[in-house]
């Protein structure tokens, strides 16, 4: 890999499932969660809740980059509760704006009842709604006029995050005391189990005067959200990691004032250093690396190409010379089998996809040559530039233009569309010193082997180290990286 390469690859880098900076303003933003218990332990939101409107200036590292914007309105049945999201983000030098809006109907113990959900950020849309009732939420999403939808079981009403904290500001808990809820993430289409504790009274300054406040922290996969309330059940102040803070403000004061260069790039903040420098990570074959700083979950970290002991991760780079041409799918198991079919942002069976991928390839293609085909077709096709959206296989299609995530998602829906099983894979990749959040795929050809669309690689260089797979629970995986994990390379051949 030449200079200009890694120059190149440095730029395409955009960050992790949903971008990296989309994905911390997010879990920022919509809820840190704490992975414990599954089970809430119920306390009820419904009481004297302060309703009405409330700004607030987004900061990184005292920069400000954006605004919230929330309305609770009391109904006959409950609440209405609209809200606002827009930030300004820099990824990769790349400067982006990202409008997020909610609305949700919520019954008198503030438990989820509807929801409408839409992102806008360049010319990538998303939007959602959903309905609850008690066993389940069914879920809809809309993408280039093709909806479809999914139905998520839940034991017990969920709540939205963007509620959570006032509602219990409302009410008079003791120091100590710690508390969890079901939420749900309108984003991941997931739902989240919280934990919140109560920290204790202290004086914060606010707008240049001494201020009593209560404090409550949240927490996520061991990643911390603190939120200070006033007296009055107001959330002056919320910060999380990577430098992030809310401030309540005036309208004027939360609307105005945003610089057009927007923030430190937050893929680069959130990237982890490495102790060696690699030089061509592609003619590696097997690379060990010791993995610090945070709870590994072997489910996700052993297997395939990777294998886990104690800390140490080695992986090892896949042959690809004894694939069968044609494998045969009688008898897989069922977690094979499923990632053959469609999903909510994978349109695989969409006739647009369909049609394509026979354009791509011919019936007689062996396997390996049907994925160069479509990694071939996707570099020439799909301009390689950071989005922050939520990624979709229709909308990328139509786009022609994304990062990791878009190509992770395209890719997919291509690759079953052929008959071939494929997932997601997200964690970290090497590049220049250090290691960056990033989605690249995973085929089943007989076996598992990687394969990065993005980079053209089949199989993806050992450097790829794979901390999640899926669609879904991506998002809380990486999360929980963010900030806390080390690497250390200790052998590399």
């Known amino acids: 890999m030449t200079v200009a390469d890694r120059s190149f690859r440095h730029i395409l880098i955009a960050g992790a499932f949903f971008g990296l900076a989309f994905l911390v303003m997010l879990a920022f933003r919509l809820g840190l969660f704490e992975k414990q218990s599954t089970t809430p332990i119920s306390v009820p939101l419904s009481g004297d809740v302060s309703h009405g409107e409330t700004w607030m200036t987004v900061l990184q590292n005292d920069r400000k980059i954006g605004y919230s914007h929330s309305v609770l309105q009391q109904t006959e049945s409950g609440y209405f509760l609209r809200e606002e999201l827009f930030l300004r983000i820099n990824t990769m030098g790349v400067v982006q704006d990202l409008t997020m809006n909610t609305s949700a109907r919520l019954l008198r113990d503030m438990s989820l009842d509807s929801f409408d959900f839409q992102l806008e950020s360049g010319p990538f849309r998303f939007s959602a709604s959903g309905r609850v009732d008690d066993r389940s939420i069914t879920v809809s999403a809309d993408s280039d006029g093709n909806s479809r939808s999914i139905r998520i079981p839940v034991e017990t009403r969920p709540s939205l995050s963007a509620v959570l904290i006032p509602s219990l500001a409302a009410k008079k808990l003791n120091v100590g005391e710690t508390f969890r809820f079901s939420i749900f993430d309108p984003t991941g289409m997931t ?59 005036t309208r004027e004061e939360a609307v105005s004032g945003i610089p057009l260069e927007a923030s430190r790039d937050l893929t680069l903040v959130a990237s982890v250093p490495s102790n060696v420098h690699i030089d061509v990570p592609a003619e590696l074959e097997t690379l060990s690396v010791r993995i610090g700083g945070i709870r590994l979950d072997s489910s996700m970290l052993d297997g395939g190409r990777q294998s886990l002991s104690d800390n140490l991760l080695q992986i090892r780079k896949e042959s690809l010379h004894d694939i069968p041409d044609h494998p045969s799918m009688d008898g897989q198991p069922a977690e094979v089998l499923s990632q053959l079919g469609p999903s909510l942002l994978i349109q695989s069976d969409h006739p647009r996809f369909m049609e394509l991928i026979q354009e791509i390839i011919s019936p007689e293609d062996a396997v390996l040559i049907r994925i160069s085909k479509i990694i071939s077709w996707i570099t020439q096709h799909v301009e390689k530039r950071p989005v922050l959206s939520i990624p979709d296989a229709l909308a990328t299609l139509d786009n022609r233009v994304g990062d990791c995530n878009e190509h992770a998602v395209l890719f997919a829906a291509l690759a079953r569309a052929a008959g071939i099983p494929t997932r997601v894979e997200a964690g970290l990749v090497y590049l220049n010193g250090r290691f960056y959040y990033h989605a690249w795929n995973g085929v089943f050809v007989g076996r598992w082997i990687s394969v990065d669309a993005m980079f053209g690689q089949l199989p993806a260089d050992v450097t790829h180290l794979r901390f999640a797979v899926g669609e879904q629970n991506l998002q809380a995986v990486l999360i929980s990286l963010v900030g806390q994990v080390t690497i250390q390379v200790e052998a590399m051949d």
């Open 191 to 249: 739902l989240q189990p919280v934990m919140v504790q109560v920290d204790g009274e202290e004086t914060i300054s606010y707008q240049g005067r001494p201020v009593p406040v209560r404090k409550m922290s949240v927490h996520y996969q061991g990643v911390s959200q603190t939120a200070w309330i006033d007296q009055n059940g107001s959330v002056l102040r919320e910060e999380g990691l990577l430098g992030l803070r809310l401030e309540k403000a």
